[in-house]
């Protein structure tokens, strides 16, 4: 089992940054691989970013390129989403997921793929 907790989420100004962590325990997620998802009210939940258990592949939803980067790290057991130039439209709980790589390039595109969910975090960006 893999347990994921979401921190970083908060309210934040249009054109604003913020920094969103996930921690994972019970296991070691250096051969998963990782996305973020997130939420708004009334709405599906959407990929935003996944990137492969090496880290050498990662991919973006087209509505965040440019401006959102996921990274990781296997020894801290953490993923990141740095999100710069914030817009309303951002608004949502972020929520990160995981789940066994198949390949070292593998990256999970889709939520039915992920076995693993973190309880998410707020996002709110204000115009």
């Known amino acids: 089992q893999v347990q994921l907790v979401e921190s970083g989420g908060g309210l934040v100004q249009a054109g604003g940054s913020l920094r969103l962590s996930c921690a994972a325990s019970?296991?070691?997620?250096?051969?998963?691989?990782m996305g973020w998802f997130r939420q708004a009210p009334g709405k599906e939940r959407e990929f935003v970013a996944g990137?492969?258990?090496?880290?050498?592949?990662?991919s973006y939803a087209e509505s965040v390129k440019g401006r959102f980067t996921m990274s990781r790290d296997n020894v801290k057991n953490t993923v990141y989403l740095q999100m710069t130039s914030l817009k309303p439209e951002d608004t949502a709980i972020y929520y990160c997921?995981?789940?066994?790589?198949?390949?070292?390039?593998?990256?999970?595109?889709?939520?039915?793929?992920?076995?693993?969910w973190g309880q998410g975090t707020q996002v709110t960006v204000s115009s």
């Open positions: 019970g296991r070691s997620i250096s051969a998963y691989a």
């Open positions: 997921a995981a789940r066994p790589a198949i390949g070292r390039s593998y990256i999970a595109l889709s939520a039915y793929e992920y076995d693993y």
């Open positions: 990137i492969s258990w090496s880290g050498n592949r990662i």
